[in-house]
Structures are given as C-alpha cells and as structure tokens.
C-alpha cells in the first residue's frame, strides 16, 4: 500500500508497479509528482534497449514479408 506522506515510500510503490507493467500513476499532492516522476521516468539504458528495438524491428520490415517454411 502506497504510503502518501511518504514520498520516499509512495516512489518505491510506484516503481514496484512500474516492474508489473503500469505505465504511471496517480497523484494526490504535488509533493508526490517527483516521487511519480522518478519512478516512471526510463533510464537511459532502457531508452537505448528501446530504440535497439525500434531499429531492429526498421530493419526487419525493410526486407519485406517472409514466409516461414515448415
């Protein structure tokens, strides 16, 4: 449970639900946005990872469609 006047706790909350997938979170006190903030913010190594991705996946449909042969 998210602890609201504890902004240190309230972030550790919201990176737990950032590892199950959230995407952000709700706010009740602009004391908390930075805790927010931090906890969703990508680091730059998943921003890297994601446009290694992006990149990859270019590549890929720059080849066109593939058949798979069984």
């Keep these: 449970m998210a602890d ?3 902004p240190a706790a309230y972030q550790k909350s919201a990176e737990r639900a950032r590892r199950f997938g959230f995407s952000g979170g709700t706010c ?3 004391g908390l946005v930075q805790a ?3 906890a ?3 680091s730059a190594d998943d921003v890297a990872y994601a446009r ?3 990149a ?3 590549k890929s449909r ?3 469609p593939r058949l798979l042969h069984r």
């Design 52 to 54: 290694k991705l992006i």
């Design 62 to 64: 720059s080849r066109g």
């Design 28 to 30: 009740v006190h602009p």
């Design 4 to 6: 609201y006047s504890d």
């Design 56 to 58: 990859a996946d270019e």
């Design 40 to 42: 969703f913010t990508p």
């Design 36 to 38: 927010l903030n931090e």
